[in-house]
C-alpha cells in the first residue's frame, strides 16, 4: 500500500503541501483530486522520490521508493506522458526501461499487445498522438507488473474508446488486489471509476472516504417541481419547514428537503397541478466543487461571485430553516 504521513513539502515561502496523512489501500481504485495548485503532483512526486519532503513521509510498502531494489516492479507510475526520447520508438524506449530492472523482452511485447501499441512498435515517439503517448506512458507503468499504480491524468488525449478501455483496466487491475491511485480533473471518469477519494486544497487534506460517502456528504440533492401556480406552491413549502425553495430560470421550484410524495400531497391538498416531480443527485463534479470551494487557489471573478452568493443563500436557508423550527416549537 502507500502509506502518506504527516508530509509536508515547502519551496521557498510556498508551502506546497502542509501535514497531509493518507493510506491507499490495496483491492480498489483510489481517485486523488484536487483544484490547480492544491499539492496534488506535489505529493506525487515525493511519494516517487522524485522530491524530498521538508517534513513527515511517504513510503511504499512500508519503505521509501529510493530503497526499493527493483522500483519498476514494485510501483508503476505515470506523472507525464510526453516524458520519453522522440527519436527512440515505443518498442525501444519500453526495452531499455525493461532492461534496468531485469525484464525481457517478452515482457515488452505483452504490455505493447495489453495497451494497443503493437502496431505502432517501431514508429518514433516523437510522431505519436498524446493517445498514443498516453497509452506509450501507461504500458511503461504496467511493464514491471507491479502491485502498486500511481497514474497522473492517464486519460488525458485518449478516445472515447481508449478511456472506456483504461477504466476497465484499472477496475480488473484493483480487483486483482492491487493498489492503484489516479488522478484526474474528469470527474464524470472518476465517478464511474474510483471507489474511494482522497481530497486536497491549498496542500490540505479535504476528504479522505468512499466515492458514496463524499457524494453523500457533499452533492446536494432537491426535487424538481413544475406545477400550475409555483410561488403559491413555494410559500406553502417554506411554511411547511423545506430547507431550501428555489426557482429555476424557466419557473420551476428546486426543493431541497421533503420528498417528492410530500411535496405531491401538499400540492393536491391546495389544489395545484403538479407537471413534474423529479429527484436530482448532484454530480461528483459539484460535490467536489462544494467541497473544494474554499480551498481554491484561482478563481475567475464570475465564480467568486457566484461562490459569495451560494453562501449567502445557504446562510438564508438556515435562517428560514431555524425561524421554522422556532415558530414549531412555540405552537
Known amino acids: 500500500m502507500i502509506e502518506v504521513h504527516d508530509l509536508s513539502k515547502r519551496y521557498g515561502g510556498t508551502l506546497a503541501v502542509d501535514?497531509?496523512?493518507?493510506?491507499?489501500?490495496?483491492?480498489?481504485?483510489?481517485?486523488?483530486?484536487?483544484?490547480?495548485?492544491?499539492?496534488?503532483?506535489?505529493?506525487?512526486?515525493?511519494?516517487?522520490?522524485?522530491?524530498?519532503?521538508?517534513?513527515?513521509?511517504?513510503?511504499?510498502?512500508?519503505?521509501?521508493?529510493?530503497?526499493?531494489?527493483?522500483?519498476?516492479?514494485?510501483?508503476?507510475?505515470?506523472?507525464?506522458?510526453?516524458?520519453?526520447?522522440?527519436?527512440?520508438?515505443a518498442r525501444h524506449h519500453l526495452l531499455a526501461l525493461a532492461v534496468t530492472n531485469g525484464l525481457g523482452a517478452r515482457r515488452v511485447r505483452e504490455v505493447l499487445e495489453l495497451t494497443g501499441l503493437e502496431p505502432a512498435a517501431r514508429r518514433r515517439a516523437g510522431r505519436f498522438s498524446l493517445g498514443m503517448k498516453q497509452r506509450l506512458g501507461i504500458?511503461?507503468?504496467?511493464?514491471?507488473?507491479?502491485?502498486?499504480?500511481?497514474?497522473?491524468?492517464?486519460?488525458?488525449?485518449?478516445?472515447?474508446?481508449?478511456?472506456?478501455?483504461?477504466?476497465?483496466?484499472?477496475?480488473?487491475?484493483?480487483?486483482?488486489?492491487?493498489?492503484?491511485?489516479?488522478?484526474?480533473?474528469?470527474?464524470?471518469?472518476?465517478?464511474?471509476?474510483?471507489?474511494h477519494l482522497v481530497v486536497i486544497g491549498r496542500g490540505r487534506l479535504v476528504a479522505d472516504r468512499s466515492t458514496a460517502d463524499f457524494l453523500a456528504e457533499h452533492a446536494r440533492t432537491d426535487v424538481l417541481v413544475r406545477c400550475a401556480r409555483p410561488a403559491e406552491l413555494a410559500r406553502l413549502l417554506r411554511a411547511a419547514g423545506a430547507a431550501h425553495v428555489g426557482e429555476e430560470p424557466d419557473g420551476a421550484l428546486a426543493?431541497?428537503?421533503?420528498?417528492?410524495?410530500?411535496?405531491?400531497?401538499?400540492?393536491?391538498?391546495?389544489?395545484?397541478?403538479?407537471?413534474?416531480?423529479?429527484?436530482?443527485?448532484?454530480?461528483?463534479e459539484q460535490a467536489f466543487l462544494d467541497a473544494t470551494g474554499e480551498a481554491v487557489e484561482y478563481r475567475t471573478a464570475e465564480r467568486a461571485a457566484e461562490r459569495t452568493a451560494e453562501r449567502a443563500a445557504e446562510r438564508t436557508a438556515d435562517r428560514t430553516a431555524d425561524r421554522t423550527a422556532a415558530e414549531r416549537r412555540s405552537a
Open 19 to 89: 501535514g497531509l496523512s493518507f493510506t491507499v489501500r490495496p483491492g480498489q481504485v483510489t481517485g486523488f483530486l484536487g483544484p490547480n495548485g492544491s499539492g496534488k503532483s506535489t505529493t506525487l512526486r515525493l511519494i516517487l522520490g522524485l522530491d524530498a519532503p521538508t517534513g513527515g513521509r511517504a513510503t511504499v510498502n512500508g519503505r521509501p521508493y529510493a530503497a526499493l531494489r527493483h522500483p519498476l516492479r514494485e510501483v508503476g507510475a505515470l506523472l507525464d506522458a510526453a516524458a520519453v526520447h522522440p527519436a527512440r520508438s
Open 139 to 195: 504500458a511503461a507503468a504496467l511493464l514491471g507488473d507491479p502491485a502498486v499504480l500511481l497514474l497522473d491524468e492517464p486519460v488525458n488525449g485518449l478516445d472515447p474508446e481508449g478511456v472506456q478501455w483504461i477504466r476497465t483496466l484499472l477496475r480488473r487491475l484493483a480487483a486483482e488486489g492491487r493498489t492503484v491511485l489516479l488522478s484526474s480533473h474528469l470527474l464524470s471518469e472518476m465517478a464511474l471509476t474510483a471507489d
Open 255 to 284: 426543493v431541497v428537503g421533503p420528498e417528492p410524495a410530500a411535496i405531491g400531497e401538499l400540492a393536491a391538498a391546495h389544489g395545484i397541478g403538479v407537471h413534474e416531480l423529479t429527484v436530482r443527485r448532484a454530480s461528483l
